[in-house]
């Protein structure tokens, strides 16, 4: 019988939360990706009256904490999660609706806007509770 050898990192952050330079990497992965979608949304000549309309409309998905925490975080991951407008996207082009192109760049935008600015996707204990961390009063 083998044993896999492990190697236990001292850890500042809970089990499942991103700490120190992979946070610092996450944070800057969502920084390209909102550039990347800003890049393409400027390219596609959609309207920026658009972008700004739709830009904050994922964070509704807030509304589901009315329903207690595991609601709200189930709820919120779905609209911050890059499978949504990738799916959009991909349906958009197939269909050539530039509209739906344009509204999966917004979407895609604003996800990675969150995650440069320290917000990640929700655990179901609290809304503050993130893979990259907590967020608010207790943390950053």
Known sequence: MT?????DLPRSEPAGVAGGA?????RLE???AAAGAVALYAHEGSSWRLF??????????????????KVGAAVYNALHIYVGPA???????G????TAVSIAL??????GFDRALGYGLKYPTAFGDTHLGRVGRNGR
Request: charged share 5%; proline share 4%; net charge negative.
């Open 106 to 111: 917004v979407w895609a935008a604003h996800i």
């Open 87 to 93: 799916l959009l996207a991909a349906c958009g082009l």
């Open 3 to 7: 044993h896999a050898m492990t190697i």
């Open 95 to 98: 269909l050539a609706s530039e």
């Open 30 to 32: 969502g920084l390209a």
């Open 52 to 69: 700004a309309l739709l830009f904050l409309v994922p964070d509704l998905a807030m509304l589901g904490y009315l329903a207690g925490p």
């Open 22 to 26: 992979v946070r610092g990497l996450l």
